[in-house]
């Protein structure tokens, strides 16, 4: 929701850094209670992904330049006339093995390929539509040691491969609509 708003309202604009009031009151209007929005602020602050300014005894945020570029490339592919078309049949294919000693690494890659629009399809095994630039998708998140224990290629699923089944093993398709359409309803 975060994201939605810098996205929505605010990227683009250059405003001055957001006071944490107004998240409050837009998140509250959404039923997200002060708590809740207090610790994600901070969480996302601790991530890197907003920069938290002291303005007198007020708290105010605004997007760091990793997540700015995060934002842009989500409002890419929102504003773009069919952003989820891909030529028929193409696929990214990544394969990536993460040690169990780095879970850490290992929660950073699953987040980052999440927004890079790859599903799961197993175990160390990810899927994404049309030709993806894997090595950007690392380089932007940062994973320079991820991207050592992976491989990456173009797929073309054979006769006889369900495609309509992996898709739905590989996204939570029924319950990306679902959430889809109680967000618009908010």
């Given at each position: 929701?975060?994201?939605?708003?810098?996205?929505?309202?605010?990227?683009?604009?250059?405003?001055?850094?957001?006071?944490?009031?107004?998240?409050?009151?837009?998140?509250?209007?959404?039923?997200?209670?002060?708590?809740?929005?207090?610790?994600?602020?901070?969480?996302?602050?601790?991530?890197?992904?907003?920069?938290?300014?002291?303005?007198?005894?007020?708290?105010?945020?605004?997007?760091?330049?990793?997540?700015?570029?995060?934002?842009?490339?989500?409002?890419?592919?929102?504003?773009?006339?069919?952003?989820?078309?891909?030529?028929?049949?193409?696929?990214?294919?990544?394969?990536?093995?993460?040690?169990?000693?780095?879970?850490?690494?290992?929660?950073?890659?699953?987040?980052?390929?999440?927004?890079?629009?790859?599903?799961?399809?197993?175990?160390?095994?990810?899927?994404a539509?049309?030709?993806?630039?894997?090595?950007?998708?690392?380089?932007?998140?940062?994973?320079?040691?991820?991207?050592?224990?992976?491989?990456?290629?173009?797929?073309?699923?054979?006769?006889?491969?369900?495609?309509?089944d992996?898709?739905?093993?590989?996204?939570p398709?029924?319950?990306?609509?679902?959430?889809?359409?109680?967000?618009?309803?908010?």
């Amino acid at each position: 929701m975060v994201f939605s708003f810098f996205g929505g309202v605010v990227r683009g604009r250059a405003p001055p850094p957001v006071p944490t009031v107004v998240f409050l009151r837009l998140l509250a209007g959404l039923g997200i209670a002060e708590a809740a929005t207090r610790a994600t602020l901070a969480r996302m602050t601790r991530k890197g992904l907003l920069e938290r300014i002291q303005v007198g005894r007020a708290a105010h945020y605004r997007l760091s330049p990793g997540a700015e570029a995060i934002v842009r490339k989500a409002d890419e592919r929102v504003s773009a006339p069919a952003p989820f078309e891909h030529p028929d049949g193409q696929w990214t294919l990544l394969s990536c093995s993460m040690p169990e000693s780095r879970r850490d690494l290992r929660h950073q890659l699953r987040a980052a390929l999440s927004l890079a629009g790859f599903g799961r399809l197993r175990d160390g095994l990810w899927i994404a539509p049309g030709a993806v630039d894997v090595g950007a998708v690392f380089a932007d998140a940062d994973l320079a040691e991820a991207a050592g224990l992976a491989e990456w290629f173009a797929a073309v699923p054979l006769p006889g491969v369900g495609v309509e089944d992996f898709i739905r093993r590989a996204w939570p398709v029924g319950e990306i609509r679902e959430r889809h359409e109680r967000f618009i309803e908010a």
